[in-house]
């Protein structure tokens, strides 16, 4: 589109503005623009084109109606397109049978993981440069010593016995026979062809050589060859059965068959961590799939379950802090200045923490304070304010700016680690507790707590006969919110009492509130479907449509007329045609339905 209304050199065969009446826009997440923070008084003393994306170009030229479609709204987006008109939550359409859940998640933990990458004061560095690919030998100085955690692993600092140890513990997790595939995270495209030889030679050391024929394991990046064709093979044949990607596959790809997602990377983005996701929860029934794991390397499932939809303060990351001091400056009023103020102090605080140690004592010659203790107090000031402290110290931000020399190191380059490392356990993650026990406790706890407050838990522990399925959701929702979930619970369960529960979540909410027995959800509801059959003479066409409706049940719980407005009930006519088979007494029926389910006797 932006070929066709900017570099169309004949304006007649350009499209009007009139030339469309809707336009809609799949995966509309994707928009991203730096505009959707520009606010108005910005324009002022910043460039607007700086801030303009093609996106928004193509959206603003027409006119038309627009409709986005996405399943992960962004700030952006919803400041292009407005508020959302339709929700559907992921957890709502889990509960209703069109997605699969995911098991808890299965935390890789190795001896590197856990201590951290640490280099020694007058140590020999090896230094990776990402763009040249030059391998260089640094000396630390002797007062400075080297420390990664976790989070910088496979960015900052790459360790190969630390990829090998977790692709071990893949290969005996996840062998060659197991259900569907596998989809890994690295970190960048020479990293993935780590990995993809690394779990080769693991794989093959596990189970022999003749176990794993080539192209059983791949790469699938935006610099493979014929990516898209790869992505069919993923999709249809047998190999590949564990790709490797990067980006290219974390959003738009459906491959029905993952099982398993494995996280070797860390994203800060809370919309892309939940389209890598994503690419797990399709349902595919032709290999029966239930659920998915997640096996996290590096804790990302854990650094972001927690993460709230923050707008950043740094409108623009790549703004040099100059040109933020510069925006201070010409900023207008009050408003303007202490807006473009906590850009500048964020700014001066991430540079604070890099500077040399020449540079700090520099700075403090200048300043009178080292940088941290500056930006703290700085912080505290106004944007007038901060103007002044700026002007009485010119140098401040040259010396912030000033590159860093004690690695003589770029923002490319990665720390090569050879230290020995080794996996020291695999652990299901259930919530912020790590042992089931705590899991349940606190889940038994909350739902004490609420039933008689939340309408939601009143439905489901004192009126099950009324239960809707729009209710059901309304309980999937919450207790989303608090990391309950029935596959979790499921597994919780299943570990501190040594037994495999297929229950429900209205289930484990009634033996929390109630003490009910918790008892296989198909269980219950066939035995509910025979409890209706014996309870009174019912014709073939009846008994018939009770058994379907039990089918039905047993993939979308709860019994209620939405059930029967979609589906293979919606093609006979959908509630209100069925329920004249029932003498228009359909909805009794339903309600007893549920009561059946869910009362202690059906157990």
Known sequence: MIARIEGEGDISLRPTPGTYDCIIVDEAHRGYTLNADLREGDIVFRNLEDYQSAYRQVLDYFDATKIALTATPALHTREIFGHPVYHYG????????????????KRITTALAEAGIHFDGGEEVEILDRKTGQLDLFELPDEVDLDYDLSQFNRRVYSENFNRAVCQALAREIPPDSLGKTLI????????DDVVRLLIEELQDEYGSDEIPAGMVQKITGKSDKPQDLILKFKNDANPKYVVTVDL?????????ICNLVFLRRVKSRILYDQMIGRATR?????????????DAVDLYAELQEMSDMRPVVVKPNVSLGQLVTDLFNAVDDEDKDWVAGQVIVKMRNLAGRVDEETKESFKNHTGQPPEDTVQDLALKTGNELVTWLKDHPRAVELLE?????????????TISHHDDELLRIEEI????????DYIEGFERYVRENMNTVPALIAVTQKPRDLTRKELAELAGLLDEHHYSDSLLRAAYGKARNADIAAHIIGFVRQAALGDPLVPYRDRVESAVLKIEKSRDWTKRQKDWLRRIGRALKDKPVADPTLLDQGVFADKGGYQRISKEFDDQLGDVLQQMNEAIWGTTAA
């Open 430 to 437: 259930f919530g912020k507790n790590t042992k089931p026990e």
């Open 185 to 192: 995270f690295a970190a960048r495209d020479d990293h993935a």
């Open 402 to 414: 000033r590159t860093p020399v004690k690695s003589g190191r770029s923002g490319d380059d990665v």
């Open 283 to 295: 349902l595919c029934p032709e290999i029966k799939k239930q659920h998915f794991i997640i096996y």
């Open 90 to 105: 992921c957890r709502q359409a889990v509960v209703e049978g069109y997605l699969n859940d995911h098991l808890p998640p």
């Open 249 to 257: 596959l974390t959003t738009g790809i459906d491959v029905p068959s």
